[in-house]
């Protein structure tokens, strides 16, 4: 998957960024939101020896914000796409899909407010996707709508939703307060209701907003991207703005996304940069690998050829040895693998071993091959065997490979 992805995310301009794998906590209850889930339960966080506050940082967003602005990217080289993979950490009870420690692959286009660059997230995330020959996922598309337009928003539904106030969960008694938009999270179904209900006649966007949601879906519209408009997303993150999605498959059940982004325009001045429009994603590996399983095959594992050299003796196993390292040292176009036995197998096993393995071809070598000066190389779909001067070896492999 990863190098599936590193592929797409290159032709599309996107270049790596590692962060560290432990931050500041603050950095994501400032990004993230006091109120969301992620900081109140799911975050791994502990004093260390110096009695700072630190997380296992929970999602890469936030980190690759930081980083950026730390480099001062903002002031010399405004316009960043980075591409991320690794993992993250929610100190949740794992289940299906759900790890403390998990994976994540995703992508930031940090300096841009255009709508192209909506469309071209949403594209790219679902050209990993295809790469990875994942079939029937769907995309979901909301518009938050400003930082203005969230703030009314949440004053509607604060008004609507205080009075049917016992009819919702602890959890969303507290939200009501701090954040009503929060309520949508929640698994409650009938805290969901209430709020679907209360949010059907809510106007909220601005004209600007309502404008660049409607280039962003032409975009999308124009590079032949199938979507569904789903008001309720609101995506458990304060910091995005306008445009959100997700990605969701069926064969995954109830946590059923596979991953999910949005626009999040405030997010670098909020953590002290410039005013500056960005949009990424991340996609969740374990969540993708539980579709691919099942799917059944997707990506070829065999797409390498495997070279395996057997050997019977110590002149023979010193002679594989120094063959092994004659063909790993020349330039190959196809993916090859050279292997060998170090266990000191019989023959038989060691051929039992390259079968397993899926080889292509096996080089054998024993003390008549020695004085002859030459190996056996036998192909394992033919079962054709010839005898292959040392020095030719090399060369007639690549011959018979590429
Ligand atoms: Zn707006
Ligand atoms: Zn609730």
Redesign the pocket.
């Known amino acids: 998957m990863e190098s599936i992805s590193q592929d797409i995310f290159q032709k599309f301009g996107y270049r790596e960024i590692r962060t560290p794998i432990i931050e500041e906590k603050s950095l994501f209850v400032k990004s993230i939101g006091e109120e969301t889930d992620i900081v109140t339960k799911e975050m791994f966080s502990f004093k260390d020896r110096g009695e700072r506050e630190i997380v296992l940082r929970p999602e890469g967003t936030a980190p690759i914000v930081r980083a950026y602005l730390e480099a001062n990217l903002h002031k010399t080289d405004t316009f960043q796409k980075f591409y991320y993979m690794g993992s993250m950490f929610r100190a949740e009870r794992p289940q299906a899909g759900r790890m403390r420690q998990f994976h994540q692959i995703g992508a930031e286009a940090i300096g841009s407010g255009l709508p192209e660059i909506d469309a071209e997230v949403i594209k790219l995330l679902t050209s990993l996707l295809d790469a990875m020959k994942i079939k029937g996922y769907k995309i979901r598309i909301n518009n938050l709508g400003c930082k203005e337009d969230k703030t009314s928003l949440s004053k509607t539904l604060r008004g609507v939703l205080t009075k049917e106030k016992n009819a919702?969960?602890d959890?969303?008694r507290k939200r009501l307060d701090i954040n009503p938009l929060r309520?949508l999270d929640?698994k409650?179904e009938s805290?969901r209701s209430l709020i679907r209900g209360a949010f059907k006649s809510v106007k909220f966007l601005c004209k600007k907003c309502d404008e660049h949601f409607n280039k962003v879906l032409a975009c999308l519209d124009r590079l032949g991207i199938k979507y569904e408009l789903d008001p309720y997303i609101v995506r458990g993150l304060d910091y995005y703005t306008q445009t959100v999605f997700e990605v969701t498959h069926p064969g995954l059940g109830s946590q059923d996304a596979l991953g999910a982004g949005g626009r999040y325009d405030n997010l670098i001045s909020d953590m002290g940069g410039p005013q500056l429009g960005a949009a990424g994603f991340a996609l969740g590996v374990e969540r993708i690998l539980i579709v691919a399983a099942k799917q059944g095959p997707t990506v070829d594992p065999h797409d390498e050829k495997v070279v395996y050299v057997a050997t019977m003796g110590d002149a023979a196993r010193k002679k594989g040895f120094e063959l092994i390292d004659l063909l790993r040292s020349d330039k190959w176009e196809k993916k090859v693998v050279f292997d060998m036995d170090y266990e000191n197998k019989s023959l038989k096993a060691q051929m039992r071993e390259a079968d397993k393995l899926g080889a292509k071809f096996v080089l054998i070598i024993g003390d008549d091959e020695i004085s002859k000066g030459e190996a056996m190389l036998r192909d394992m779909m033919t079962k054709e065997q010839q005898g292959v001067k040392f020095d030719d070896v090399v060369r007639t492999i690549k011959g018979k490979i590429e």
Do not use: E, Q, S, W
């Open positions: 919702l969960c959890d969303c309520v929640c409650n805290c």
